[in-house]
């Protein structure tokens, strides 16, 4: 989350408050990750691995999906104050494709999942969806998701990143209560949109637009209203890092996963609402803990922003999440 407006940023605050403990004990971390992968003090079943750093060019990055198709490229893109731009990174951080998306805003991105493509769209393949979700001030009372058919990064490589440019289509949405300020989306197999609030004023929701309304308002560009599924089992809490800032579901199996500054819930949509299979917590290893996604069945891809003086990051997470 980028600094706008009278708001700071959540991760600069939180140093502010522990009068700069944050960023020592990361350092701290940060040193050792160079090394062998770590175990997490006091989570001994959390192994925390540094994949690399991120470019400058890359300092906000806020989101993260990894290529079902492209084997080792990671997608991301930059929180607010970038131009609508879509990067390839392979998964030691290092950039291959930069792609422009044309007829885009890029008011506020705030976290891109893949997944099934709307049928409008007339994909075979899969589609990414970039959330437009920031709404910091809460002054936003519609809020844009860009679909972009995944492009193929092949030939591209580190030594010889490329440029580009895609076609993306666009569709906006309200929330049914209140304006929301979200971080976090999430596709399910089969087409579903999930957008988990940060809970800043209320408590944390997950809110869902199913895959045929998503579809008729692609069509439209039309705008429609998400519905809620209620809140989840954990509370917002600054001073723990418990704060939402990213979200994806399981390919197989139930599952939503959100991770929070310092840790990851799994959790299952019941007849009783959200319920908790299970979490693991990590603590401050990251300087702005921002996106996650499965990197494969057995682990988590996770990326920070730069904060701190300490530059972005990708870090292999492993942890039992339960059933």
């Known amino acids: 989350m980028a600094f706008k407006g009278r708001a700071l940023p959540i991760a600069f605050g939180l140093t502010l408050l522990l009068g700069g403990l944050v960023a020592v004990d990361y350092q701290a971390r940060s040193l050792r990750a160079s090394g062998p992968p770590q175990v997490v003090p006091g989570q001994e079943a959390v192994v925390f691995e540094l994949m690399g750093q991120l470019p400058n060019a890359l300092r906000e990055t806020s989101g993260v999906a990894t290529s079902r198709t492209h084997r080792g490229v990671l997608w991301t893109h930059n929180d607010s104050g970038d131009g609508a731009d879509l990067f390839a990174i392979d998964t030691s951080g290092r950039i291959l494709v930069q792609y422009r998306v044309e007829d885009a805003g890029s008011r506020d991105w705030e976290d891109i999942a893949l997944g099934p493509c709307p049928q409008s769209v007339g994909s075979v393949g899969e589609c990414l969806y970039i959330g437009d979700t920031g709404n910091n001030d809460r002054d936003r009372r519609r809020m844009a998701v860009y679909v972009v058919t995944e492009p193929d990064p092949s030939g591209a490589t580190p030594e010889n990143p490329l440029q580009a440019r895609v076609s993306g289509v666009r569709f906006r949405f309200e929330y049914p209560d209140s304006r929301r300020d979200a971080e976090a989306i999430a596709v399910t197999p089969g087409g579903d949109l999930l957008i988990v609030n940060r809970g800043r004023h209320r408590s944390i929701t997950v809110y869902r637009i199913a895959a045929s309304a998503l579809d008729a308002a692609v069509r439209g560009d039309a705008v429609v209203e998400a519905e809620s599924l209620g809140p989840v089992p954990f509370t917002r809490d600054r001073r723990s890092g418990r704060v939402v800032t990213g979200a994806t579901y399981s390919r197989t199996g139930d599952r939503l996963i959100v991770r929070t500054y310092t840790g990851i819930w799994a959790l299952r949509h019941t007849p009783g609402g959200w319920a908790e299979i ?30 701190a003086g300490l530059p972005a990051t990708l870090h292999r997470v492993v942890c039992d999440l339960g059933g």
């Open 278 to 307: 299970g979490n693991c917590q990590f603590g401050w290893m990251e300087p702005a803990g921002e996106a996650i996604d499965f990197l494969d069945e057995q682990a988590f891809v996770v990326t920070s922003e730069a904060a």
